[in-house]
């Protein structure tokens, strides 16, 4: 499907029935595969010929869907995971150990914040975060000898910072390491970071990809460019063998599909994140569509940021698609058919004010979600972020005030017009 164009990927990738198979990918809801003989079951156990014996480490539904991503996003391989937390544990677990070090953008989703600042810290990786506009110098320094990923997010949830993903591959491959991009806001038909040099992109597909709420998933995709082999000593996980597979070196078995082998068959094995088939056959279904709303959610978030924009009871607004913004340039660089649905904006008055309005709504939802076909809202400092300081909102570029307003693909106007009787039940206060 490569030669074909990003839709018709959308619609047709992953699944190619052979004559007589059902033509919607089926659900294999099954945890084990039958074999005929002792022998072919244990090679595919010492990876010596592929196939299915047990979900947790592969499943056809969850192949073909994860297949759709990897084209999508123009990479070799990718695996699905439970979540989209998930699924940067393992893109980053599956090349560092206890030791190791990790550079981080400080403007991220506030779950991954805390993963990377307590959790793997817990397991002896520690994480230096870095301003994700600071120059390129500025992000050099932060690296060590023992530095073995740079990670950041496409457009930062909520803070909406638009990356400058060449400057961080550059930085990141100036140091010899790989950059993990999130790309779950702008999605792939909006961004494609491996065409700006990153090396592994993840996914919560929990947001536009499954697009309807349904269903909590992950995926991670290797573009296939990072050279492991150049960098043995740096990464023995990938060039040296693994005595829990008879030493197997992944980077000369596998080639360009060493480091998704590595992370199924070893990562997943051991830690179990693994998505059903259930989950995987519905995010499939969002994806044939996921071309077509993307675009009417781009479309609904300008119109609405340039009614908040204009109105007197809202502090600021933050939406890379108003050209004022300071990520316009950036957002048109990278993202010139739009950046995402969601909108972060602060109220006259504050923190109270803003959390006040947001009880007034009424067709728009407060929910602990973003980037579905229904507009939401949240208020990350009182929810997604309130484990963090105040000092780590700021960091994060959360305001306390911060509104996160994710638009829907309903009509607009019924978005404006709810919006704005909250905003003048606001004002007649």
Not at 37 to 59: A, H
Not at 61 to 77: F, H, Q, R, S, W
Not at 192 to 210: C, L, N, Q
Request: aromatic residues 10%; negative net charge.
């Amino acid at each position: 499907m490569s030669d074909y164009q990003i839709e018709t990927k959308c619609v047709q990738s992953g699944w190619r029935p052979k004559k007589g198979e059902p033509r919607v990918l089926p659900i294999y809801q099954s945890t084990t595969f039958k074999y005929d003989t002792s022998d072919q079951m244990g090679r595919l156990f010492d990876l010596e010929d592929s196939g299915y014996f047990y979900t947790r480490l592969q499943n056809p539904t969850n192949d073909a869907v994860a297949e759709k991503i990897c084209e999508l996003e123009g990479g070799v391989a990718a695996m699905l995971t439970s979540s989209g937390q998930a699924a940067n544990y393992y893109a980053v677990f599956n090349i560092c150990e206890a030791g190791d070090h990790m550079v981080c953008s400080s403007a991220v989703y506030g779950g991954t914040f805390n993963l990377f600042s307590a959790t793997v810290k817990k397991q002896g990786i520690e994480c230096t975060f870095v301003d994700p506009d600071a120059s390129l110098e500025e992000l050099g320094q932060a690296f060590r000898p023992n530095t073995k990923v740079l990670f950041a997010e496409s457009i930062a949830n909520p803070a909406l910072n638009v990356l400058d993903i060449e400057k961080f591959a550059k930085a990141a491959h100036g140091h010899g390491v790989p950059l993990i991009v999130d790309n779950t806001f702008p999605t792939p038909i909006n961004c494609r970071p491996f065409e700006w040099g990153a090396d592994i992109v993840t996914h919560s597909t929990t947001k536009y990809m499954d697009g309807h709420a349904m269903c909590v998933g992950g995926c991670i995709v290797d573009s296939g460019n990072f050279d492991w082999g150049q960098y043995a000593d740096k990464y023995p996980g990938l060039t040296k063998p693994d005595p829990t597979y008879h030493g197997i070196v992944y980077t000369e078995k596998f080639g360009k599909g060493a480091y998704i082998t590595k992370a199924t068959a070893q990562i997943m094995r051991d830690l179990g994140s693994i998505q059903s088939p259930q989950n995987a056959f519905l995010l499939n279904v969002g994806l044939e569509t996921l071309h077509l709303r993307v675009p009417r959610h781009c479309e609904n978030a300008q119109k609405v940021a340039e009614y908040l924009n204009g109105h007197e009871k809202v502090a600021w607004v933050n939406f890379a698609g108003l050209k004022d913004n300071k990520y316009y340039s950036l957002a048109q660089k990278y993202m010139p058919n739009g950046t995402c649905g969601v909108i972060s904006f602060g109220l006259v008055g504050g923190r109270d004010v803003s959390v006040e309005f947001m009880d007034k709504l009424k067709l728009i939802a407060i929910v602990t979600h973003v980037a579905d076909a229904r507009t939401c809202v949240l208020h990350p400092a009182s929810h997604t972020h309130r484990q963090m300081t105040d000092e780590q909102l700021v960091e994060a570029g959360v305001a306390p005030d911060l509104i996160r307003l994710s638009i829907g693909i309903e009509n607009v106007q019924d978005i404006i017009a709810d919006l704005d009787q909250a905003l003048k039940t606001i004002e007649n206060k």
